[in-house]
RNA sequence: GGCGACUUAGCCAAGUGGUAAGGCACGGGACUGCAACUCCCUGAUCACCGGUUCAAAUCCGAUAGUCGCCU
């Protein structure tokens, strides 16, 4: 069977990834598919730094806009609906671009990780969690020690999260989560892709993460969070946990000033795409796009646009 | 000009004679159903010069800088 093409723009938060999307799209007849955890959720419009209907251009979006923040999302929901979306394009002939930042989701997709069979079990992670909250974290390292050593020498107990995780997967299916994850790991990708990671300086960067939070607080970040609160959002609320929304909670509920949970947002934007280019930079088969080494964004699109031919044997 | 205080890694900061806590930042890394999450790793010889002492960031003196007060 012909693999199918698919279309991956990623990169670091404010890279600049939404304005070369649309680009693409139009020029190689593409549909756009959000990787990002949390533009998925309406209301949420200026700590996303979501995409304005106006800048679509009419190219079609998906996985924007499309749940209350009350819902929780998760890899396992974001890789059936995307590749539902990705089915329906293909059936009108047109190629699918996943653009966003959150390399996990692209990862679920593009190898087609296996999540099959099993819901989560809020109960049991809740146990679990105050076992390790009671008996302490080495403790609770200890129990998935017994089940899977793998996986828990390759844990550090003190990430609780993944400590949980790995004991949840035992449960329900009686395998070892290592063993599952180095099956996935193996997998290779059901699509003829390009997987593009754009890029910029890390100095460059960072000051535009300073400036766009400084935009966000202008546009009234601190009024959206507010009416999300209105609205009955809480912290503890997946979608609540998205940057730039816990810190406003936190001045708003009063545990912080707003000065400085403005600076702890731009901070943490800062660790978050540190942690990105930490991400993409082990990533097998990406394409470096290095947004500094073209004269302006034309050319920057015209590479892409050509290259997206080239490998992709897209006709148009 | 005089008097006093201070001077420890990029920043904050313990340590007051026995051989440099900690936090933050920066940098690096992990990550396969919460991922804008969660977690891990990483740095100095203590302003400078001289002295006392077996031993000094810690005591003494000089120099420089910073801050405060006074004339």
């Not at 990671?197 to 939070?213: G, T």
């Not at 959206?224 to 609205?231: A, D, H, I, N, Y």
């Not at 810190?247 to 600076?263: K, N, P, Q, S, V």
């Amino acid at each position: 069977m012909q693999r199918q093409p698919l279309i991956i723009l990623t990169g670091p938060t404010a890279v600049g990834k939404t304005a070369l999307s649309i680009g693409l799209a139009k020029a190689l007849n593409g549909e756009i598919i959000s990787a990002d955890s949390m533009q998925v959720y309406r209301h949420m419009d200026i700590g996303t730094a979501k995409i304005k209907p106006e800048q679509m251009q009419g190219i079609r979006h998906y996985l924007i806009d499309e749940l209350e923040p009350s819902i929780e999302f998760n890899v396992a929901t974001f890789q059936s609906k995307c590749r539902q979306y990705m089915k329906e394009i293909y059936s009108r002939s047109k190629i699918p671009i996943l653009v966003g930042g959150t390399g996990f989701y692209i990862q679920s997709v593009l190898y087609s990780v296996d999540f099959s069979q099993t819901e989560t079990d809020n109960l049991y992670r809740k146990e679990l969690a105050d076992f390790a909250k009671h008996k302490g974290n080495e403790a609770l390292h200890a129990r998935l020690m017994e089940i899977d050593k793998k996986s828990a020498d390759a844990i550090h107990p003190n990430n609780v999260k993944r400590v949980i995780r790995a004991l949840e997967y035992y449960k329900q299916t009686g395998h070892k989560i290592s063993e599952h994850n180095e099956e996935q790991h193996k997998k290779e990708s059901d699509y003829q892709f390009r997987y593009y990671v754009l890029s910029l300086p890390r100095e460059i960067l960072y000051e535009r993460i300073n400036r766009r939070v400084d935009l966000m607080k202008e546009e009234g970040l601190t009024k959206e969070v507010k009416s999300l609160l209105e609205m009955g959002c809480t912290r503890d609320m997946v979608s609540m946990q998205g940057l730039g929304y816990k810190e406003i909670i936190d001045a708003l509920e009063g545990r912080d000033t707003l000065d400085h949970a403005y600076e702890r947002i731009k901070q943490e934007t800062r660790h978050f795409a540190k942690r990105q280019f930490t991400w993409f930079r082990r990533e097998r088969d990406v394409t470096w796009l290095e947004k500094e080494k073209f004269a302006d964004e034309e050319a920057l699109l015209r590479y892409c646009i050509n290259d997206c031919k080239e490998y992709l044997k897209i006709e148009k």
